[in-house]
């Protein structure tokens, strides 16, 4: 997805919680993953109440929280995109 609507203003960031930030890249760099990763300090986690992994926030175009949601299917990935196309609908 991140991909496919990059250019139209979608971003995506991951967020670790584990690691170091070289072994972080190594692995992103061989999973071929595109969009950037960090690695969080546990207080985030407690921050946005986040208590599964993976979560997902949408935010939109003026910074406000959406949605969010915890886990990933094969299944719920119609409905990340149909979020992600909504969003970008929108003026910011």
């Known amino acids: 997805?991140?991909?496919?609507y990059k250019d139209q203003g979608?971003?995506?960031i991951g967020l670790s919680t584990e690691g170091d930030v070289e072994a972080v890249?190594?692995?992103?760099?061989?999973?071929?993953?595109?969009y950037p990763i960090f690695v969080a300090e546990p207080d985030?986690?407690?921050e946005y109440k986040i208590q599964y992994i993976p979560h997902h926030i949408f935010i939109d175009r003026k910074g406000?929280?959406?949605?969010?949601e915890t886990g990933f299917?094969?299944?719920?990935?119609?409905?990340f995109?149909?979020?992600v196309?909504?969003?970008?609908?929108?003026?910011?």
């Open 64 to 68: 406000t929280k959406r949605h969010e």
């Open 25 to 34: 890249t190594a692995f992103s760099k061989k999973a071929g993953i595109k």
């Open 85 to 92: 196309k909504e969003l970008l609908k929108e003026e910011g």
């Open 10 to 12: 979608f971003e995506l």
């Open 73 to 79: 299917s094969e299944e719920s990935k119609a409905g």
């Open 1 to 4: 997805m991140y991909e496919t």
């Open 44 to 46: 985030i986690f407690d």
């Open 81 to 83: 995109e149909t979020r």
